[in-house]
């Protein structure tokens, strides 16, 4: 096992009714309630937050859209600074919480605000946030992670900071009872790659590790197709939203070897072909495996034995066993897994990706070194 700091501050407050308790975890003064494009008045969200709120003086920024552009979020953070804001409650997805976690790292910061993410910096200091959970995939609920876009320049960048952490999450499964399949599809397909980013590497002797990893892949397999078979089934969507959190929370990562290739490479195939967040990771993830093959042959291996119950015990079968039901498994989820499928040119993401690596001088994968050649022989994988 290698070294490791764990730390993870947020009080996860989980369960039917649980907006109540904003009342009191909420502090004094102005509260910024940050929120998407609509789905929170529409499912009745909005008016349980506003009611737990009620005597506080309580400001609005809404209309955050997936993958929240910061050219938008800028404004908040010159509302937060102009009304004096003293906290920011999130509700909505992964993209309205990152855009929460901007804006308040944005306020104190002096200098250009992208550079936060443009530049990977680590904020020093921010407004205090907490969040109300309405669609579980990113984990951003529950980790220091914020995933900002730029429109004008087609960019995508993640960053993170101890004082992005939310003070609290809210995760009521009641909440997403109105989320569309698409979304359903999406967050478990998320929180099943986040999984996979810290495990499918090379073997480091984490045992317990491992297994928190494939109790939770486990889990997705078997609860996520329940939640989309039966929209009203709110035990398999509790069930989901507790393994998004856990799935990067930061502690699956202790001690082991990483490898988020997938999304650092599927950030750019979102910010320049406009695929959903969690569309431009299976085809990416599973010619990842398939490019990778030899040097995740172990890890692949126990994946096929432990989570897909695969019996044979030649690696070769395995790894292929791995690589074709995981593949279905998206499928039947119904999240294609090609980027043709996706009116992606195969040839054209070559050529384009790996051109942003070679301009950014960048390298990915737990051996750091994928980089131009190899995003491209991945692009052609993805087929
Ligand atoms: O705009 P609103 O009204 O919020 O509607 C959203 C949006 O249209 C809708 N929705 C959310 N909850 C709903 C609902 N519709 C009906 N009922 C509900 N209960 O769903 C759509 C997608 O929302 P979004 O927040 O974009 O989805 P998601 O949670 O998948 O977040 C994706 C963003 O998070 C980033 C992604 O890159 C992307 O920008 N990520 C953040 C991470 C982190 N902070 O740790 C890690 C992830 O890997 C990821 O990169
Ligand atoms: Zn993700």
């Not at 996860?12 to 998407?36: H, I, K, N, Q, T």
């Not at 992208?114 to 921010?126: F, H, V």
């Not at 856990?246 to 406009?274: E, M, P, Q, W």
């Not at 074709?324 to 897994?337: A, D, H, I, K, W």
Request: proline share 6%.
């Amino acid at each position: 096992m290698q070294n490791f700091v764990f730390y993870n501050p947020v009080r996860m407050v989980f369960g039917s009714g649980s907006v109540a308790s904003l009342a009191e975890l909420v502090p004094e003064g102005p509260v910024l309630l940050v929120y998407g494009t609509g789905s929170i008045r529409r499912n009745g969200t909005y008016e349980r937050v506003l009611g737990a709120l009620s005597g506080r003086r309580v400001l609005e920024f809404g209309g955050i859209r997936p993958n929240p552009p910061y050219e938008k979020l800028v404004e908040g953070v010159a509302m937060a600074r102009a009304e004096g804001v003293a906290f920011l409650l999130a509700v909505g997805g992964g993209s309205v919480i990152d855009g929460a976690k901007f804006i308040a790292a944005a306020v104190p910061f002096e200098g250009d605000p992208w550079d936060l993410p443009g530049r990977r910096l680590t904020p020093r200091s921010a407004l205090p946030l907490g969040t109300v959970l309405t669609l579980p995939a990113t984990g951003s609920e529950m980790n220091n992670i914020a995933v900002i876009s730029r429109d004008s320049t087609r960019e995508k960048f993640g960053f993170s900071g101890d004082v992005m952490f939310p003070r609290f999450s809210i995760l009521d499964p009641d909440l997403t009872l109105s989320l569309p399949s698409r979304q359903i599809r999406n967050g478990v397909v998320d929180a099943f790659v986040h999984v996979i980013e810290q495990y499918m590497t090379y073997p480091v002797n984490t045992p317990l590790q491992d297994r928190q990893a494939e109790a939770i892949l486990l889990t997705l397999m078997e609860e996520g197709p329940k939640t989309l078979a039966d929209p009203g089934d709110r035990d398999a969507r509790a069930n989901v939203m507790w393994c998004a959190a856990n799935a990067l929370n930061g502690s699956l990562k202790c001690g082991t070897v990483a490898d988020f290739a997938t999304h650092r490479i599927g950030h750019d195939l979102t910010a320049l072909y406009g695929l959903e967040h969690a569309e431009s990771l299976g085809s990416l993830m599973l010619a990842l495996w398939q490019h990778e093959r030899q040097r995740k042959g172990e890890k692949l291996a126990q994946y096929a034995s432990r989570v897909l119950g695969a019996r044979e015990t030649s690696r070769e079968t395995l790894v292929d066993r791995a690589i074709g039901e995981t593949r279905t498994f998206f499928e039947s989820l119904g999240m294609p897994t090609r980027l043709t499928d996706f009116g992606v040119d195969p040839e054209d993401a070559a050529r384009q990706l790996g051109n942003r690596c070679r301009q950014r001088g960048a390298t990915y994968g737990e051996h750091d070194d994928i980089g131009p050649e190899e995003i491209a022989q991945l692009m052609r994988l993805c087929g």
